[in-house]
């Protein structure tokens, strides 16, 4: 059973004395809301929901104010995983697939595939990002691969997917000076005894117990999760005027009115002659120096 303390949340932990920390996710209510937009076949559902999760356990393992994009882009039925989560610890993902997926796995799914972690750290800062081939088979060894490859940083990744939750679990090891491995791969060796049942139906207390009750843990508190999208009137209006006056007008007049959806939520933002015109005769406005008198 779930207890409502481990539901929509991240918990921290780490192995005292050692240099290996942990993360636990679980994503309900947040993960039921892009559901509720978008209805996807079992086998994209679970590697979206998989995706969200492992966005939130990374977004988690670093500092930033702003927020972490995990792109998947490939050349199978499933075409695109965008994922997006921020420093505030809400969370958006859609997908992208074409014909009957059925049951295929994660390659048969992505085919030649490339994987994109990108790190906007907010207002002045920079932006990161990093690509690796997916060769893993599945969407958890593939982020491993990343982190070894681009962080150099040991990280092991557990994630499970259903209808009704998403829910992930990482351990990583610190960077320091010297690492004691015996410590990391017995902890390792331990999570992989971690079923997807276990990590979707059971507590962080009586989780983390079943697998490590031998060893001195500290788990601290959650942090709530939350399902949110970013678009907003100004976004959509600012992509408007990139497309220009005269895009924007015929398509004005082939459909009388234009409007776009957000793929993330389903806003659907709708603009008719007068809120074109506005649109460019503000966008037209020279900047005017403020006087005094």
């Known amino acids: 059973m779930t207890t409502q303390h481990d539901t929509d949340c991240l918990r921290r932990f780490v192995f005292e004395h050692t240099d290996v920390r942990g993360e636990l996710v679980w994503l309900d209510a947040s993960w039921r809301a892009v559901l509720e937009r978008q209805s996807y076949p079992d086998a994209v559902r679970d590697l ?20 972490l994009q995990l792109q998947l882009q490939g050349d199978g039925p499933l075409s695109l995983l965008l994922i997006e989560a921020t420093a505030a610890r809400t969370v958006r993902g859609i997908a992208r697939w074409d014909g009957d997926v059925g049951d295929m796995d994660f390659r048969a799914l992505t085919g030649e595939a490339r994987l994109m972690l990108t790190i906007d750290s907010g207002e002045g800062g920079e ?19 990343y982190f070894s490859q681009s962080e150099q940083l040991a990280t092991r ?12 679990m ?17 902890d390792v060796m ?7 049942e276990e990590l979707l139906g059971l507590s962080a207390q009586a989780l983390l117990h079943r697998l490590y009750h031998e060893e001195d ?18 976004r959509i209006e600012s992509m408007l005027r990139g497309l220009g006056y005269d895009e924007v007008r ?33 966008a037209d406005q020279p900047d005017v120096p403020r006087t005094r008198h």
Request: proline share 2%.
């Open 170 to 186: 990482l351990l990583q090891q610190l960077p320091r000076d010297s690492h004691n491995e015996e410590d990391w791969n017995r």
């Open 48 to 67: 979206l929901g998989q995706a969200m999760a492992a966005a939130v356990l990374l977004s988690a393992t670093i500092k930033f104010e702003g927020y």
């Open 190 to 196: 331990l999570g992989e005894t971690l079923t997807d």
């Open 157 to 168: 990744l557990w994630l499970a997917s259903n209808a009704q939750r998403a829910g992930g």
């Open 127 to 145: 932006r990161y990002q990093g690509v690796v081939p997916v060769d893993g088979e599945s969407l958890a060894a593939t982020l491993e691969d």
């Open 217 to 234: 843990l500290r788990l601290f508190e959650s942090e709530p999760v939350s399902f949110r999208c970013s678009c907003s009137s100004e």
């Open 250 to 282: 015929d398509i004005l007049e082939e459909q009388g009115e234009v409007s776009v959806t957000c793929e993330f939520c389903c806003q659907a933002y709708v603009y008719d002659t007068v809120d074109v015109e506005r649109l460019f005769a503000a």
